[in-house]
């Protein structure tokens, strides 16, 4: 497969980077192609602003959708952001790795997010009607790749149980693996995430290393979270609610978007390359 890392952290020698260099080896091993987009090292402009649109006329009042799909349309976005929606195209899995930071992405890789899916890239694709609400949550233009986050936190992993102070981790990670990665099309595959690594030794390194190390040589097969695709039927429309009577008895929030157990379907997955 082509493997798409893309790394968020500011320091080589970090955890973060040695967690990385061992994902990479490992990819490698596998015989997998494997590129790597290292926001920090490439200095990532994080920030959308007027720059991103060169083909914007002077003066002319700043819609970020609109610009963005106009300069998408017309070949015109800059380069930066160019290369790596090409790199997300050549890629069969996507890898985002950062350090959990208030709860959620550091804003370098936020900002990657925000510049690279283009409207008519990663939104705004399919028809847009009150029958269909685009090719998306499961369908779109990255559609049969994989994605998955690797992610380190300070807390306990009780921290982030299901009555843990902090909320569970899939609802953390709710608005990137469904709302950034499943929108577009990935299948999410589940995160690998580790916890309590401020004060990690050497043998709680090899520990990760090693588990870090299981889960890349599985990343081709390992089955994604069956999140419900929004046009596979179980969504009225366009009001886009779930329909009565699917989803585990009590579910509510985030957990009702997963396929349930008894709703009389398979679980719904994109298929892998
Ligand atoms: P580093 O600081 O580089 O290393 C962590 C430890 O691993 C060090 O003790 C280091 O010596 C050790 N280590 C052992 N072996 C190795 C090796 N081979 N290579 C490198 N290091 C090794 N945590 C939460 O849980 N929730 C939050 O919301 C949250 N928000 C934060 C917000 C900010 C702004 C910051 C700075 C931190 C936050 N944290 C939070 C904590 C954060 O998630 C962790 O500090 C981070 O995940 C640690 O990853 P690192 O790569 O920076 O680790």
Redesign the pocket.
């Known amino acids: 497969m082509n493997v798409l890392l893309v790394f968020a952290?500011p320091?080589p020698?970090?955890?973060?980077?040695?967690l990385r260099d061992a994902a990479l080896d490992e990819l490698r091993r596998q015989g997998h192609a494997v590129r790597v987009s290292d926001l920090y090292a490439m200095g990532w402009k994080a920030a959308v602003d007027r720059s991103d649109f060169p083909s914007l006329p002077a003066g002319g009042r700043l819609g970020v959708a609109a610009a963005s799909g106009q300069a998408f349309a017309a070949g015109a976005l800059t380069d930066d952001v160019g290369s790596e929606q090409e790199a997300l195209l050549w890629a069969d899995a996507v890898i985002l790795q950062f350090?959990?930071?208030?709860?959620s992405m550091p804003a370098i890789l936020k900002g990657w997010v925000d510049r690279v899916y283009a409207h008519g890239f990663a939104y705004g694709v399919g028809e847009h009607s009150d029958r269909h609400w685009g090719d998306r949550f499961g369908e779109g233009r990255l559609a049969g790749k994989r994605a998955m986050l690797v992610v380190?936190?300070?807390?306990w992993d009780s921290?982030y149980g299901p009555r843990g102070i902090?909320g569970p981790i899939e609802d953390l990670l709710f608005p990137i693996q469904h709302g950034i990665l499943f929108y577009p099309g990935f299948s999410v595959l589940p995160p690998f995430v580790a916890y309590r690594?401020?004060?990690?030794?050497?043998a709680?390194?090899d520990r990760l290393e090693t588990d870090l190390r299981a889960r890349m040589r599985d990343l081709a097969t390992t089955p994604p979270i069956p999140y419900r695709r929004q046009n596979g039927g179980d969504y009225a429309v366009p009001s886009l609610t779930l329909r009565p009577g699917l989803g585990a008895p009590g579910a509510a929030g985030f957990a009702l978007h997963r396929d349930a157990p008894g709703d009389g379907r398979p679980a719904q997955e994109t298929s892998a390359p």
Do not use: C, K
């Not at 350090?99 to 709860?103: A, S, V």
């Not at 380190?152 to 807390?155: K, P």
């Open positions: 952290h320091e020698r970090s955890l973060n980077g040695s350090p959990l930071w208030w709860y380190t936190a300070g807390g921290h902090n690594v401020d004060r990690l030794d050497a709680g390194f």
